[in-house]
Antibody, heavy 118, light 107 residues
Framework: QVQLQESGPGLVEPSETLSLTCRLS????????WSWIRQSPGKGLEWIGY???????KYNPSLKSRVTMSVDTSRNQFSLQLNSVTAADTAVYYC????????????WGQGTLVTVSS | DIQMTQSPSSVSASVGDRVTITCRAN??????LAWYQQKPGKAPKLLIY???TLQSGVPSRFSGNGSRTDFTLTISSLQPEDFATYYC?????????FGPGTRVNIK
C-alpha cells in the first residue's frame, strides 16, 4: 500500500528557506501528480502546487514566486522549497498523491508541522 | 481563484442520524468536486471525487451529489467514527481550493 512520509526541519527562521522532502513507499512516482498542501488555523487547507513525475510543475499563484518543487525518481521522493518565509507560513505541511486531472488527492502523508520563528 | 463555501459550519447530530453538508462554488465547476474527512491530529482522507464517485474502501453510507455550483455530501446513518470535519475541494481549475470545513459533532 502506498505511503507518504514528510521530513524536514520543524523550525525555520523568518526570511529563510523551508525545505521538505516526501518519501514514497509501496509504490512508484510514475504516472501521478504529487502535491504539497498546507493547513494552518488562519487559512485552512491551501494547495501549494504539484509536480509530475517527469518534472512538470504547477504552483499556486499566491506562492509561485517563492516555491520550487523537484522530484527524484531514483530515490522515490519529491521535495518542496519555500523561500523568504514569514510567520504566515507556519502550518502543517502534507504531501499527497493526485490523479491526472487533480480530481483526487489520495493518500496523504501524516503531515509535518513547520513553525516559522526566530 | 474559485471560492468554496460550506454550510453549516458545524452540526450536532446523533448516531443513526442522516446528515447533509452543502458545498457551493462561486462559479461553475462541472463535477470537479471532492470531499475529504479529517479527524483531529490526522491527515484528511478522500471520501468522494467527481462529485459522486465513492473512493474505494469508503462505506456506502457516504454519498455525494451535485454539479456546477451546488454540491452535497450525505451520511445516511451517522456512525461513531464519522464525527470529524468534512471539506470539499474543487478540481476544476488551478489553484485547487478547499472549503472552510464542516465539523460534525456528537449531540
Amino acid at each position: 500500500q502506498v505511503q507518504l512520509q514528510e521530513s524536514g526541519p520543524g523550525l525555520v527562521e523568518p526570511s529563510e528557506t523551508l525545505s521538505l522532502t516526501c518519501r514514497l513507499s509501496g509504490g512508484s512516482l510514475n504516472n501521478y501528480y504529487w502535491s504539497w498542501i498546507r493547513q494552518s488555523p488562519g487559512k485552512g487547507l491551501e494547495w501549494i502546487g504539484y509536480i509530475h513525475y517527469i518534472g512538470t510543475t504547477k504552483y499556486n499563484p499566491s506562492l509561485k514566486s517563492r516555491v520550487t518543487m523537484s522530484v527524484d525518481t531514483s530515490r522515490n521522493q519529491f521535495s518542496l522549497q519555500l523561500n523568504s518565509v514569514t510567520a504566515a507560513d507556519t502550518a502543517v505541511y502534507y504531501c499527497v498523491r493526485g490523479g491526472d486531472y487533480g480530481d483526487w488527492f489520495d493518500p496523504w502523508g501524516q503531515g509535518t508541522l513547520v513553525t516559522v520563528s526566530s | 481563484d474559485i471560492q468554496m463555501t460550506q454550510s453549516p459550519s458545524s452540526v450536532s447530530a446523533s448516531v443513526g442520524d442522516r446528515v447533509t453538508i452543502t458545498c457551493r462554488a462561486n462559479q461553475g465547476i462541472a463535477n470537479w468536486l471532492a470531499w475529504y474527512q479529517q479527524k483531529p491530529g490526522k491527515a484528511p482522507k478522500l471520501l468522494i471525487y467527481g462529485a459522486s464517485t465513492l473512493q474505494s474502501g469508503v462505506p456506502s453510507r457516504f454519498s455525494g451529489n451535485g454539479s456546477r455550483t451546488d454540491f452535497t455530501l450525505t451520511i445516511s446513518s451517522l456512525q461513531p467514527e464519522d464525527f470529524a470535519t468534512y471539506y470539499c475541494r474543487q478540481a476544476d481549475s488551478i489553484p485547487f481550493t478547499f472549503g472552510p470545513g464542516t465539523r460534525v459533532n456528537i449531540k
